[in-house]
């Protein structure tokens, strides 16, 4: 079992930014990344960034890309999203996620994933 614990959410105009946290209550083997994804109200959830532990290599969505900047601190098993140039359709609950190598290689689908934060709800008024 894994615990992740997401912070860093709020209310922010248009324009601005915020950063995200997720602390990993452990690492193993079996995990090779870590991935945000967002849900907005009446949405599916979305993949918005992943970030492998142990190389640079990094995946975006489109809609983010160039504005948000998925980043780690392999000591302190925790994951950030620095999110830059928010705009109102970014407003949604934003959660981390495990990604675990035997599901396979795709790091943009949820499916993939494992474990599972709490979510943590950002909110962007124009």
């Known amino acids: 079992q894994v615990q992740l614990v997401e912070s860093g959410g709020g209310l922010v105009q248009a324009g601005g930014s915020l950063r995200l946290s997720c602390a990993a209550s452990?690492?193993?083997?079996?995990?090779?990344?870590m991935g945000w994804f967002r849900q907005a109200p009446g949405k599916e959830r979305e993949f918005v960034a992943a970030?492998?532990?142990?190389?640079?290599?990094?995946y975006y969505a489109d809609s983010v890309k160039g504005r948000f900047t998925i980043s780690r601190d392999n000591a302190k098993n925790t994951v950030y999203l620095q999110m830059n140039s928010l705009k109102p359709e970014d407003t949604a609950v934003y959660y981390c996620?495990?990604?675990?190598?035997?599901?396979?290689?795709?790091?943009?689908?949820?499916?993939?994933?494992?474990?599972w934060g709490q979510g943590t709800q950002v909110t962007v008024s124009s």
């Open positions: 996620a495990v990604h675990l190598r035997s599901y396979g290689d795709n790091y943009y689908v949820a499916s993939q994933y494992d474990y």
């Open positions: 452990r690492r193993s083997f079996s995990n090779d990344a």
């Open positions: 970030i492998k532990w142990n190389t640079d290599i990094t």
